[in-house]
């Protein structure tokens, strides 16, 4: 079979779900036997999304092979069996990057370069490179909304894609909004005609149209939908709002989406076995219990800034047949109000990773009232940090701190390590104390060997694993023994053993720290085995009201 794409764009506004849409056409083709990995172009200049705030663009989702990319990305692998890597998210700055790095190598001989045809060639080349041969279909979101002036290139490359690999190689869907309009009782059709013509203006004709509403549209707006935007009627669907994203994919079937694919696709498959999604939609739709987490974090503002870990969390209730009620609480508030008015009737306390001084003192109390109070306690990456440091404080009675928030600190139980071996590229790496840029942190996939007999074991159920990272500084050796002696269990190691990977206390119900983002690897239907263990051991200490 040929390999097949499938493009998807947004139209009207923002925010419709592009991401979710996209992976979910994943997950709805997987269960009808096919291979298929996902892509994201990003039309904004930034070389990378590592630099982007948390705040302004949602969380940075890292990949195996250490790249920092869109939070869509997450999505994808959540929803599909992709690992997806550097050939999965570009952005227009890498794209212009490439070009001009070929420019000033000469690589033209003297042409004009042109957005036309060089960015657009090297855009399809992008596309190309995700297009793997272990793969059927190739899914490529374009970020942003047809008519903004950044997408215009994506576009124009995506049209010019159809005429490279064959026509029938190649599906544009467009996902658009149809509102309901209360004065008037009625879901307007006008948005989406005047997306579908603005998308026809640069030539391309959407094959599918994903509507998305409050309501299941009747055949007489699909029809009309259908009339104005050229389509039949079949090929409009709509995408209703459902009570949980990993719904999509069955609601989508329901739809005949599916169908409208292979036919246009020129497919012939088998109905899509959905059963793990179903199962995976009871168990958040109708859990037997509840437990409260609390997130004690800096960027509480923007959900989306821990998107994976709030998915993770889902998917470790999931695991446990239980609801997880996450209460955001920002830090800087505990330090302001005291722990005990805000953690007092949480069942579980997650102190998620994060960068910068701010709001780091009510993190090291929640950490304290957590081991104090024997309330679980999840630590991951900065979080471990925090419990690293709080137990050097008051319990070994060091003055210690991260370098990261006090250079000046006496002892530096957290600090930037030089030099230090990985495991990767298998050489010596240097750290640069004064730059601020990715090319500092630890990122990615690395290896972490366990302890036999830790909690972190007991959850794995196997010795060895991979884990991804994204961090600057280390635990540092010099105060292993003394935290040791004292009761921190180190119980993940890299396998040279000199990067610490992982901590527990010992005499608490559950109280464990990463030094890696476990978040970025759970799945709905896998959910993380730390993530379960957690939730598990919060349920069994309940302390909220909750039933
Ligand atoms: N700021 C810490 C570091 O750089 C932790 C980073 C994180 O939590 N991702 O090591």
Redo the contacts with the bound molecule.
């Keep these: 079979m040929d390999k097949k794409f499938i493009f998807v764009t947004g139209g009207v506004l923002s925010g419709l779900g592009k991401g979710i849409a996209a992976a979910a056409i994943g997950a709805l083709l997987e269960a009808k036997g096919l291979r298929v990995t996902l892509q994201k172009l990003d039309p904004y200049l930034n070389i990378d999304p590592g630099t982007l705030s948390p705040f302004e663009h949602g969380e940075v989702y890292v990949t195996d092979d250490g790249c920092e990319t869109d939070l869509d990305l997450g999505h994808y692998e959540r929803f599909t069996h992709v690992c997806t890597s550097v050939d999965n998210n570009y952005t227009t700055g890498r794209i212009y990057n490439n070009v001009i790095t070929k420019e000033r190598r000469g690589d033209y001989l003297g042409n004009t370069v042109q957005v036309v045809p060089h960015i657009t060639d090297e855009i399809k080349e992008a596309v190309k490179s995700a297009a793997k041969d272990q793969y059927d279909v190739v899914i490529v979101e374009i970020g942003g909304t047809v008519g903004d002036i950044e997408s215009l290139p994506f576009l124009e490359a995506i049209r010019r894609f159809r005429y490279d690999v064959g026509r029938e190689n190649v599906l544009y869907v467009h996902l658009t909004l149809v509102p309901y309009i209360k004065a008037a009782g009625e879901l307007k059709s006008k948005p989406t005609q005047h997306s579908v013509k603005e998308l026809r203006e640069i030539g391309i004709q959407p094959d599918i149209l994903l509507c998305r509403s409050e309501m299941p549209l009747s055949q007489d707006v699909k029809r009309k939908i259908a009339m104005h935007c050229n389509l039949d009627d079949y090929a409009v669907v709509a995408a209703i709002d459902v009570d949980t994203v990993y719904e999509v994919p069955i609601w989508f079937r329901s739809e005949g989406l599916d169908r409208q694919i292979e036919k246009k696709l020129h497919l012939n498959l088998p109905q899509a076995d959905l059963r793990v999604w179903e199962d995976v939609v009871r168990k958040i739709k109708m859990p037997r219990q509840e437990t409260v987490i609390a997130i004690v974090g800096k960027y509480i503002g923007l959900k989306d800034a821990y998107k994976s870990l709030s998915e993770a969390l889902l998917h470790g209730g999931i695991a446990n047949d239980a609801r997880v009620v996450v209460q955001w609480v920002d830090s800087e508030e505990i330090e302001k109000k005291g722990v005990e008015n805000l953690l007092a009737e949480v069942d579980g306390i997650l102190v ?5 001084n701010r709001g780091i003192e009510g993190k090291i109390m929640a950490a304290r009232y957590a081991r104090e109070k024997k309330i679980p306690y999840f630590g ?4 471990m ?1 925090i419990a690293v440091i709080e137990f050097s404080r008051n319990v070994c009675g060091l003055s210690a701190n ?1 370098e ?1 928030f006090d250079p000046e600190a006496k002892d530096k139980v ?1 600090y930037l390590m030089e030099n230090w071996y990985n495991h990767r590229t298998g050489m010596i790496e240097q750290r640069n104390k004064d730059s601020q840029m990715g090319g500092t ?1 630890r990122l990615g996939a690395y290896p972490c060997v366990l302890k036999e007999g830790s909690r972190a074991m007991a959850a794995y159920g196997t010795r060895e694993l991979s884990e991804r990272h ?4 280390e635990f540092n050796n010099l105060y292993r023994d003394l935290l040791v002696s004292q009761g921190i269990e180190i119980t993940g190691l890299s396998p040279d053993g000199q990067l610490v990977e992982i901590i527990e206390i010992k005499d608490h119900p559950w109280f464990l720290g990463c030094q890696f ?1 476990p978040e970025f690897k759970s799945k709905p239907i896998e959910p993380h085995p730390l993530f379960r263990a957690f939730i598990e051991a919060s349920i069994k200490e309940k302390r909220s009201l909750f039933k």
Excluded: D, K, N, T
């Excluded at 998620?352 to 910068?356: E, L």
């Excluded at 991951?380 to 979080?383: E, V």
């Excluded at 994204?470 to 500084?473: G, I």
């Design positions: 998620p990773g994060g960068f910068g991951i990456c900065l979080g940090q991260s990261e957290i942190m994204r961090h600057r500084y983002h």
